[in-house]
């Protein structure tokens, strides 16, 4: 099993690993998993949530992305089919990697758990956005990538509402804001 977190990152529970390790020991096939994330500040604070979206080729093309990279974990065949990640894509070299996992057929899962927390701030990649342009160029190849073509308007409506209705379930179920008022 691999993953990786930047270093101000981090897993939510100390059995995330060993759990992540059971659920491929029980499904063999799948070769990527993926989790919720908990957005959090400098202060370990939270202020959001990335959901895990069901990965799909169509989605990535408009822009639907839900592999929070912090509580993504994957086999190793994986990642030699792909040859690891093109470290020349500094700012979506995980994308990239998960979108050419799926053109090598490897399939994907996601589990309803928050898995890990990933920390922006003004000092991150992410929080910063200095490498804004950059990210935006490297979003384009890597969805030119994927193949897909043609999507029509209401299937990218569709789309979008779908994933907005699986993030507004995963806040609602996972994040404190919402669970402390239950």
Sequence with gaps: MFAYLNSDDLLIAPDTLTRVASFFRSYPDVGV?????????????????????????????????????QATFWRRDVYEAVGGFNEANPTCMDGEFYVRAALAKKSFA?????????????ESI?????LGKVYREHLGRVANMTGEKNIGRFERMARNIRAKLIRAYAMARHHPAFVLRR
Excluded: K, N, Y
């Design 33 to 69: 998993l993926q989790g919720h994330t908990f957005v959090i500040d400098a202060q370990d604070r939270i202020t959001g949530m990335a959901a895990a979206i069901p990965f799909s080729m169509r989605d990535r093309v408009i822009g639907i992305f839900g592999i929070p990279q």
């Design 110 to 122: 996601c589990v309803d758990e928050v898995l890990a927390a990933f920390r922006v701030h003004s």
């Design 126 to 130: 992410s929080g910063s956005q200095r």
